[in-house]
């Protein structure tokens, strides 16, 4: 009974340090400015607890990033269409890439905070990897890249390569850029999202979506 009421307490105690350093970073003016300190205080903790169950402060960044990108991963690997496996390539791309910038959008500082913490090439991480190979995948399906009909793609033409396409798609969602654009004149986040759309439309030419 103790020790279950102690795994409690102890799970009580990394949502509620999760979720103060969440709320940090949604308030901040920049991702920089928000320290282990600040996080400590925040969350009723002292920091040293912050340093044992997260390493640093970048394992505590990517905790929170896990933990609110979940419900979204959740629902590409097992919800229904348009994010789920079950849809159909032209109608998922377009959905898994829409669900990855507003999720940037919203969570703006934290995701750059993640980018900016010096944890390694995101391009080699198994959350990155995740994702493009889900949208690789898609892609390739689309195409026509396993002898199929090709779709989108100008009769006498090659299908595009779906591994470089995944990785130029994904750059759109990178938060350093929805950062650059939510700082101009005019770019609110539906105009963002009906760019992108209209970009990923043209990628992928017109017609009914590919099995």
Not at 5 to 29: C, H, I, M, P, Y
Not at 31 to 36: A, E, K, T
Not at 181 to 202: N, P
Request: one cysteine or more.
């Amino acid at each position: 009974m103790a020790e279950r009421k102690a795994r409690a307490d102890a799970l009580r105690n990394r949502e509620t340090v999760l979720a103060a350093a969440d709320q940090l970073f949604a308030r901040s003016a920049s991702p920089r400015g928000v320290s282990m300190d600040d996080i400590a205080a925040a969350a009723g903790v002292g920091k040293g607890t912050l340093f044992r169950r997260f390493g640093d402060r970048t394992g505590l960044i990517r905790a929170v990033f896990e933990a609110r990108i979940e419900p979204l991963r959740h629902a590409v690997a097992e919800g229904p269409p348009p994010l789920g496996p079950s849809a159909a390539p032209r109608e998922r791309v377009p959905a898994l890439l829409d669900a990855v910038l507003c999720f940037k959008w919203d969570h703006r500082h934290l995701s750059l905070a993640l980018e900016e913490a010096g944890s390694g090439s995101p391009y080699e991480g198994a959350h990155y990897a995740w994702w493009h190979g889900i949208l690789r995948e898609m892609l390739e399906r689309w195409w026509g890249a396993e002898g199929g009909a090709g779709q989108g793609v100008a009769a006498g033409s090659a299908p595009p390569d779906g591994d470089f396409t995944a990785h130029v798609l994904l750059a759109a969602t990178r938060a350093d850029l929805v950062e650059h654009l939510a700082g101009q004149d005019g770019m609110t986040r539906e105009r963002m999202r009906a760019q992108l759309a209209a970009f990923v439309g043209k990628l992928l030419g017109d017609g009914e979506g590919g099995a």
